[in-house]
C-alpha cells in the first residue's frame, strides 16, 4: 500500500473507531496533517495518489450499481 494510500485508510479507520471527543482531536490533528501536506514539496505526487485513489473508489462503485437488479439489496461500502 502506498504511504498515501495507506494514509488514506488509516485516517478513515480511526474516525470509525474515535468517541466524540476523540473525533474532535482527530480534527485537530487533521488540521496539522493538511498544513504539513500544503508545505511539502511531495504535495502533486499526493495529489496524484488521492485522485488515483477516488477515480479507483468511483470505478468500483459504478460498477457494484451496474450489477445490482432493483430485487437486490446491498450497500457499497
Known amino acids: 500500500m502506498t504511504t ?3 494514509l488514506v485508510f488509516h485516517m478513515g479507520r480511526a ?8 473525533v474532535e482531536h482527530y480534527f485537530i490533528g487533521m488540521t496539522d496533517v493538511l ?3 500544503a508545505k511539502s514539496p511531495r504535495l502533486p505526487r499526493y495529489l496524484a495518489e488521492l ?3 477516488i477515480e479507483t473508489e ?3 462503485r ?5 450489477e445490482m437488479s ?3 439489496k446491498a450497500e457499497f461500502i
Do not use: T, W
Open 70 to 72: 432493483a430485487s437486490q
Open 4 to 6: 498515501a494510500a495507506s
Open 35 to 37: 498544513e504539513a501536506l
Open 15 to 22: 474516525e470509525k473507531l474515535l468517541s466524540r471527543r476523540g
Open 62 to 66: 459504478q460498477r457494484f450499481y451496474e
Open 51 to 53: 485522485q488515483r485513489l
Open 58 to 60: 468511483h470505478q468500483y
